[in-house]
């Protein structure tokens, strides 16, 4: 029985393609990926750099730098403290000493000066030069106690202007949320409508910086991806699967560092609006510990003349005991009255002498105060200038670690496709493979007969012979 077999087969070319393909992506599959390449792959984060280092143990060493200042402050308050406790002292003593005067010698002079009130007009002159001395130390000329009273009084206006930039101060405390802070006139002393909004401390031209770095890096990430495709062009494989894959974790990639630059560029903003506006309220506390501190001096000034003015107001009454002294004429009454007068004039001006004393100590203790308030504007410059030297040396070591990690990732990147290259390249030859296979389908067919076995011979010869016998033995029929 003759068996018949029929068979499609494709160009032999193709086949020959075929095999190929198969016996190369054999290879490629019995070769995993070793420790080394794995390792290559995996993603790594960039060291910490020299300045953000340097920020870090900026930050820890200026921690508390301004303490000294504070206990410098406090000691200056602490001794001004006792010098007015002092003075305040000495004024009560002298006004217990000035009753104890008042008791002892002005009730007896009282009465001798009845008794000499109609001699006394010999001495008119020297009582005319004390009313002069007196005048003098009691007007408003550079000695007087009314100059005193006007130094005095500036510097009760020259303290009261300390408050504005107090004040001033205080309103650019806390966060920056754009609210308006009051200004106040430094020549009438009136609060103005706020004009100034703690915002305002930004940069106008943030948003234009802002767009414009973006704009470019916008550009440069277009022509990155015109790249991409044209490398994929140039080795054949536009609009593929490789080049898809390439495109997306680019633009990935790319949204993300866009993101991150959006938000450096406002970080930035911020922190430099926030030591700019420390920087005017540092400013602000300065001017308003320098404004006290003049006003202390006038202080001390107007006691200086207070007291230059008690000496001239003891000169005169000196005069007048002079010419008290010198009324010859004058009854016995009247000396006595006059030997009753001296010695309590004598203790007068030692207790205004004390009271002097207690004026000068006080101007002391003003001082003392003005130079703690100076101490604390030390301080607190120090610490305002620290933070700003701790935030540019963290800005710029932020950059340079955000640049090694760029670099980090695009290494990764570079490893992860050279070992991905021939997976890939065999997808791809995989993808035209079939495109043939499907677009030229079978083009060759055979029809085959097998040769006979020899049981199929032996037999058929069997049958020939048996009909050869029988014809010879029975005849045709």
């Given at each position: 029985m003759a068996v018949t077999e029929q068979r499609q087969l494709y160009n032999p070319q193709i086949e020959a393609l075929a095999t190929q393909y198969g016996t190369a992506l054999g290879d490629i599959g019995k070769r995993p990926l070793t420790g080394a390449q794995i390792t290559s792959m995996a993603p790594q984060v960039a060291q910490q750099t020299g300045l953000q280092q340097q920020a870090t143990t900026l930050a820890g060493a200026g921690v508390g730098a301004y303490a000294p200042y504070v206990t410098a402050a406090e000691t200056a308050g602490t001794t001004a403290g006792g010098i007015l406790g002092t003075a305040g002292t000495q004024l009560g003593t002298a006004q217990t000493g000035l009753g104890g005067v008042t008791a002892q010698y002005a009730a007896p002079a009282v009465t001798g000066l009845q008794g000499a009130q109609a001699t006394l007009g010999g001495v008119s002159p020297y009582i005319s030069a004390a009313e002069t001395g007196l005048a003098t130390a009691g007007g408003t000329g550079a000695l007087g106690l009314g100059t005193a009273g006007a130094a005095l009084t500036g510097a009760g206006t020259a303290m009261g202007d300390v408050s504005q930039y107090v004040t001033g101060a205080g309103g650019l405390t806390g966060p920056m949320t754009g609210a308006q802070m009051a200004t106040i006139d430094p020549t009438t002393g009136q609060t103005i409508t706020p004009t100034l909004a703690a915002g305002s401390y930004m940069s106008p031209y943030q948003s234009q910086v802002i767009d414009t770095t973006l704009a470019e890096f916008d550009r440069q990430a277009a022509m990155r991806q015109q790249a991409i495709s044209d490398a994929a062009v140039g080795v054949g494989g536009y609009g593929g699967g490789r080049e898809g894959v390439m495109q997306s974790e680019y633009q990935l990639g790319s949204d993300r560092n866009r993101a991150m630059i959006e938000a450096q560029l406002q970080q930035q903003g911020y922190t430099q609006a926030q030591a700019a506006r420390q920087a005017d309220m540092a400013a602000q506390l300065g001017i308003g510990g320098a404004q006290q501190q003049y006003a202390s001096g006038l202080a001390g000034l107007a006691g200086a003349r207070a007291g230059l003015a008690g000496q001239q107001a003891a000169l005169a009454q000196g005069q007048?005991?002079?010419?008290?002294?010198?009324?010859?004429?004058?009854?016995?009454?009247?000396?006595?009255?006059?030997?009753?007068?001296?010695?309590?004039?004598?203790?007068?001006?030692?207790?205004?002498?004390?009271?002097?004393?207690?004026?000068?100590?006080?101007?002391?203790?003003?001082?003392?105060?003005?130079?703690?308030?100076?101490?604390?504007?030390?301080?607190?410059?120090?610490?305002?200038?620290?933070?700003?030297?701790?935030?540019?040396?963290?800005?710029?070591?932020?950059?340079?670690?955000?640049?090694?990690?760029?670099?980090?990732?695009?290494?990764?990147?570079?490893?992860?496709?050279?070992?991905?290259e021939p997976y890939e390249r065999m997808g791809y030859i995989g993808s035209g493979l079939s495109g043939l296979m499907q677009g030229m389908g079978p083009q060759y067919q055979f029809s085959t007969q097998p040769n006979q076995t020899p049981l199929q011979t032996a037999l058929g010869i069997g049958t020939t012979l048996g009909g050869i016998y029988g014809t010879m033995k029975y005849g045709p029929g």
């Open positions: 007048l005991g002079l010419g008290q002294a010198t009324g010859a004429l004058a009854q016995q009454e009247g000396a006595l009255a006059q030997g009753y007068l001296a010695p309590g004039q004598f203790a007068a001006g030692v207790l205004g002498q004390q009271a002097g004393m207690a004026g000068q100590r006080a101007g002391l203790g003003q001082a003392q105060l003005g130079l703690g308030q100076y101490q604390l504007g030390i301080g607190g410059a120090e610490q305002g200038m620290a933070g700003a030297d701790i935030s540019t040396v963290g800005r710029v070591g932020a950059a340079d670690q955000a640049y090694a990690q760029a670099q980090l990732d695009a290494a990764r990147e570079k490893e992860r496709m050279g070992i991905y």
